[in-house]
């Protein structure tokens, strides 16, 4: 057979498959927590923290499907990242740059265009957008950011107040609906959102005591002094030694912070049980923690030790009660037909540079977790080298849905790459961060390919450049290193390119 007769064959058959996928109309189970750090996430490998934290049920949709290794957002905070996601366009284009913005709601997104194909569709859990949910034909979505206990739900018929804990009450919320529409003839699309483990990362009573026996190993940079990098992150505020709130973040009630209010407020949320066994966990630690009077980086060790542990506990609700979904689809024999997704808005820092908190395009927080599975489609044990980016969930559901995508859409469908053939694919992810201010953080933009990231920090005018394969922990700008001067000109030139394919506007300078 000629090489062209063989091309023929394989674009037939890839047709066909394609065709056979279309007519199933795979149900499709979209799991999103909030500010999930890969690194806490035992399919992308142990590590300091996950040999000691495992997540065993996302490991199980990465196991059974694809993990892509070189996932990343398109703009590092939580409305913005989500708008990313529903429509497969970067902020500028659908015009959530910052979290203050309130998302249009009237434009094109994934849910609308499954809709259009006859799914079913729902989200239950944290939204972040301020308009309504459209798209969808049942909606129970956090008010604002969402509270850990007893949080207050929206819905098209009102508030609906709610007992217990909120990772728990939107997994009951989603397979409700999963068993109410397990015998329709629609096929579904139901998105689970999880507040944890974001910021003040409250842990639910089972989970209080979890990790109390354990000393996790600090980050190599938990104690960076920003030197071989621009002014701009040293300029940071969002540090676990100065700026994590002792009551809010650190559950020390004795000591004075800016955010006692709030966490008083939410306190009063839990119910007597709850707030009993809450008081049983801290109160001897925070007793401990109190007569210690630690000082200087022995209390920077401490606050770490609290925040990453409050962190894993959340994680671990997270991680049971996907276990709870996935169990729900084998028992149910809805698993064979279900495109199983887990991701989050964004990564997180976990004592790395000595922080908290997302925002940069720093790796930590540009890196996303992503873990598909999709029986007869994607193999198991797949992993996923290409750069790929939250743009890119929007164009993969419509496509896997059997529908045409809208050339609009900025992301590529992702199922080309689950093909043996190495289809043609993007060597460059652009990244935006606008909301210049939060945490400290300045306006950025930047791109970042296989191996080198250049970021400018456009209202100072400051360049970085970061060599990954050399400097993983990016501790040096390579930016006025000689050695390196084609590479700075060889990644403007991508820059260039990709503001150009985007159709980004220049920034506005000032703040």
Known sequence: ??????GIAIILVMAFATAAMAAEKPNILF?????HAVKSISAYGLNEITQLAPTPNIDRIAEGGALFENNFCANSICAPSRACVL????????????????????????PKLLQQAGYSTAIFGKWHLK???????????LEGQGTYYAPDFLTANGTQETTGYSTEIVTDLAMDYLKKNKDSDKPFMVMCQYKAPHRNWMP??????????VTFPEPDTLFDDYTGRTRSASEHKMGIDEH????????VAEQPGRYNKAMTLFMKRMTPEERTAWDAAYDPKNKKFIESNLSGKALVRWKYQRYIKDYLRCVAAVDDNIGRLLDYLKKNGLEENTIVVYSSDQGFYLGEHGWFDKRWMYEESLRQPLAMRWPGVINPGTRIRQLTQNIDIAPTFIEAAGQKIPEEIQGESLLPLFQESSPQWRDAIYYQYYDGGGHGVARHYGVRDDRYKLIHLYDTDDWELFDLQNDPNEMNSEYNNPEYSMTVERMKKKLAALQTQYKTPPPEEGK
């Not at 057979?1 to 063989?6: F, G, I, L, P, R």
């Not at 639910?204 to 026996?213: E, V």
């Not at 994590?244 to 559950?251: A, E, G, Q, T």
């Open 87 to 110: 429509t497969g366009k970067h902020s500028h284009i659908n015009g959530q740059r910052g979290n203050r913005d309130t998302f249009d709601g009237t434009q094109q997104t994934f």
């Open 1 to 6: 057979m000629s090489k062209k007769s063989n």
């Open 244 to 251: 994590m709130s002792m009551f809010y973040d650190l559950k």
């Open 31 to 35: 799991i999103f927590s909030d500010d």
């Open 131 to 141: 308009s309504d949910p459209t798209g969808f034909n049942q909606w129970n979505v």
């Open 204 to 213: 639910a009573p089972a989970y209080l005591n979890k990790f109390d026996d």
